[in-house]
């Protein structure tokens, strides 16, 4: 499998940023697709699951309302649309092939249901 994880940057509190990650080497459609983040000097953070079919969006509750999690399943590539960011959103993200394995009735956000990982990008919410 190869990732190509591209849209990070550096924005203005308030802003916006599209992330895409493009796979190829498997079909996006027999897949859920997870996003994560790594802020400096924390462990990885779940923050969003969309299932194989993109019927079903799992958010955590600090970016439900800012972040929308889709996946164009013709052009295997999946988005991840980031709304009114906040300096908290600050990390590097990854888009992940998994399961959005959900345990009395909530997503887990848990990496360890996901076996396939982009490469991450940079994104940073400064003024």
């Known amino acids: 499998l190869q990732f190509v994880e591209s849209g990070g940057g550096l924005v203005q509190p308030g802003g916006s940023l599209r992330l895409s990650c493009t796979v190829s080497?498997?079909?996006?459609?027999?897949?859920?697709i997870g996003w994560f983040r790594q802020a400096p000097g924390k462990e990885r953070e779940g923050i969003s699951c969309?299932?194989?079919?993109?019927?079903?969006?799992n958010y955590i509750d600090s970016v439900k309302g800012r972040f929308t999690n889709s996946k164009d399943t013709a052009n295997n590539t999946a988005y991840l649309q980031m709304n009114n960011l906040e300096p908290d959103d600050t990390g590097v993200y990854y888009c992940?092939?998994?399961?959005?394995?959900?345990?009395?009735?909530?997503?887990?956000?848990?990496?360890?249901?996901?076996?396939?990982w982009g490469q991450g990008t940079q994104v940073t919410v400064s003024s």
């Open positions: 992940a092939l998994g399961s959005c394995v959900r345990f009395q009735g909530k997503w887990t956000a848990d990496a360890v249901h996901f076996d396939f």
């Open positions: 969309v299932s194989p079919q993109g019927s079903s969006v």
């Open positions: 080497g498997a079909t996006l459609a027999d897949y859920a």
